[in-house]
């Protein structure tokens, strides 16, 4: 059974950066696409990134392009999101998730496994 866990949310000024790490567990992590969302109060699941098995394909959602990477280290079972150039817009919960198998992978439907959220918080 898959488990992810997130880390390194937290509360960053306008124009600051932070880095999430989702740590994955329980299967062989280099055969899993991987994809962070994010939800706002009152709002839908919104996608931010994602990344393929091998890390040689990215995909990020219109909001946070350019301003936000993601990448993978698969020698430590951990996914990152870099967050740079934030802005209380980016104000939401972040979750990563897990797939066996995405076509777009821009959509919550894609996949198997998630994990419980980190809480970013930019103020103005």
């Known amino acids: 059974q898959v488990q992810l866990e997130e880390s390194g949310g937290g509360l960053v000024q306008a124009g600051g950066s932070l880095r999430l790490s989702c740590a994955f567990s329980?299967?062989?992590?280099?055969?899993?696409?991987m994809g962070w969302f994010r939800q706002a109060p009152g709002k839908e699941r919104e996608f931010v990134a994602a990344?393929?098995?091998?890390?040689?394909?990215?995909g990020y959602g219109h909001s946070v392009r350019g301003r936000f990477t993601i990448s993978r280290d698969n020698t430590k079972n951990t996914v990152y999101l870099q967050m740079d150039s934030l802005n209380p817009e980016d104000t939401a919960v972040y979750f990563c998730?897990?797939?066996?198998?995405?076509?777009?992978?821009?959509?919550?439907?894609?996949?198997?496994?998630w994990g419980q959220g980190a809480q970013v918080t930019v103020s103005s």
């Open positions: 998730a897990s797939a066996t198998f995405c076509g777009s992978c821009n959509g919550a439907h894609e996949y198997d496994s």
């Open positions: 990344i393929s098995w091998g890390g040689g394909s990215t």
């Open positions: 329980g299967h062989a992590f280099r055969t899993f696409a």
